[in-house]
């Protein structure tokens, strides 16, 4: 029973496609993030969702939108996709963010 | 701006050997600390956490980590590192406003 899914789990893909990332939880909880870990494995925010709602959108291209369909789902989409958008994308989730996430097993992008 | 440091970039131990690894984050107000593991090719993974309370947390697999408010320091360790401890070390700050901080990330090779 996996507890934070993604899909899939790499991607390769050529400069200026779009492209998307799913995640679901099946935890019930009612936070759910997106952070990009880089070439030296720094991961950094992107977006949170709380209950559908958009709560942090730390300062990422506008070429990145995040799709809450529902509480459990935080989907990522990527338009006119960049050699820099090469990246490992974790999904995550927290019943209160404060006391720390549970992550998916991550999304290999690279863009080629 | 809140933020995370760890000094040590690569650590290579032998098999036995004691790990210290340091962390230090910079923010006044109260904070929650986290360090994460993430085995090669795997997703991140709670190894402890430190809320309030004995400043000494312990964690899963033997490991420890010591809270130091004056220094705010929140270190890591192990009395006896084994080969399969080889993984990236995250250190992480939560300061209640929704986001997970983590440090730049270590490194620990353990030679059999």
């Known amino acids: 029973d996996t507890a934070v899914s993604q899909t899939p789990k790499y991607l390769v893909t050529q400069m200026g496609n779009d492209k998307s990332i799913k995640c679901e939880q099946n935890l019930g909880h009612d936070t759910m993030y997106w952070y990009k870990q880089d070439s030296k494995k720094f991961l950094k925010i992107m977006f949170s969702?709380?209950?559908?709602?958009?709560?942090i959108n730390e300062t990422v291209p506008n070429r990145f939108s995040p799709k809450s369909p529902d509480k459990a789902h935080l989907n990522l989409h990527i338009n006119s996709l960049e050699l820099g958008d090469s990246a490992v994308y974790f999904c995550?989730?927290?019943?209160?963010?404060?006391?720390?996430?549970?992550f998916g097993s991550g999304t290999r992008l690279t863009v080629v | 701006a809140q933020s995370v440091s760890q000094h040590n970039h690569h650590v290579i131990l032998s098999e036995a050997a004691s790990l210290e690894l340091g962390c230090n984050y910079s923010?006044?107000?109260?904070?929650?600390l986290f360090w994460y593991v993430q085995y090669p090719g795997q997703h991140l993974q709670l190894l402890l956490k430190?809320?309030?309370?004995?400043?000494l947390v312990k964690g899963i697999k033997g490991f420890e980590a010591e809270f130091i408010k004056s220094k705010f320091s929140f270190n890591l360790r192990k009395p006896s590192v084994q080969w399969s401890d080889t993984a990236e070390y995250f250190c992480?700050?939560?300061?209640?406003?929704?986001?997970?901080?983590f440090g730049q990330g270590t490194e620990l090779s353990v030679k059999p």
């Open positions: 430190y809320f309030s309370g004995d400043p």
């Open positions: 992480a700050v939560s300061n209640q406003g929704g986001k997970l901080i």
């Open positions: 923010y006044g107000g109260t904070v929650n």
């Open positions: 995550a989730s927290s019943q209160d963010p404060d006391y720390g996430y549970t």
């Open positions: 969702y709380n209950n559908k709602e958009l709560i």
